[in-house]
């Protein structure tokens, strides 16, 4: 309704050209259909609580208590030792693979809304990985000798 109000206010007066009606009209449209977005620049909360799960020698399971946001949370980015390693579209736990034995990470996650605002990142979870299993076998013993043989 209120678009056929501007429409006939605006687009129907005789002494706007074509274009300038079109142009308007659409200017119109955008306003009404987009009014308000962008205009959030509160960001998510810190996500809080990160843990580590099934730590394993190259990978593990990385979890944290979800953000609030005053519209919405739209997902989580995950950082390893500062740099982004992926992302998720809203869930809390993260398979965290590509690691090397016996290492350690440090990891921090943020929070994103829709228009996007990214939160701050969270405290640092730091997870050593597992060393690798000891595969060599010992070595041959060598210099045996006997010595006093009785009878």
Do not use: E
């Not at 109000?5 to 007066?13: A, D, E, N």
């Not at 992302?87 to 996650?109: E, H, K, R, S």
């Not at 809304?113 to 990214?118: E, G, I, K, R, S």
């Amino acid at each position: 309704m209120k678009m056929n109000i501007m429409y006939t206010m605006f687009v129907q007066t005789s002494f706007m050209s074509k274009i300038s009606k079109k142009l308007l009209f659409f200017g119109v449209f955008l306003m009404f259909c987009f009014s308000g977005y962008g205009q959030d620049t509160t960001p998510p909360t810190v996500p809080t609580g990160l843990a580590s799960s099934a730590i394993a020698q190259t990978t593990f399971t990385l979890t944290w208590t979800a953000s609030t946001d005053d519209l919405d949370v739209t997902g989580y980015t995950i950082l390893q030792d500062g740099s982004p390693i992926g992302t998720t579209p809203g869930a809390t736990t993260f398979n965290v693979t590509g690691l090397t034995a016996n290492t350690t990470y440090a990891f921090t996650v943020t929070a994103n809304d829709a228009v996007p605002n990214t939160s701050a990142p969270s405290a640092p979870l730091s997870v050593t990985t597992l060393a690798a299993p000891d595969t060599t076998p010992p070595t041959v013993p060598t210099g045996l000798a006997s010595s006093a043989i009785a009878q």
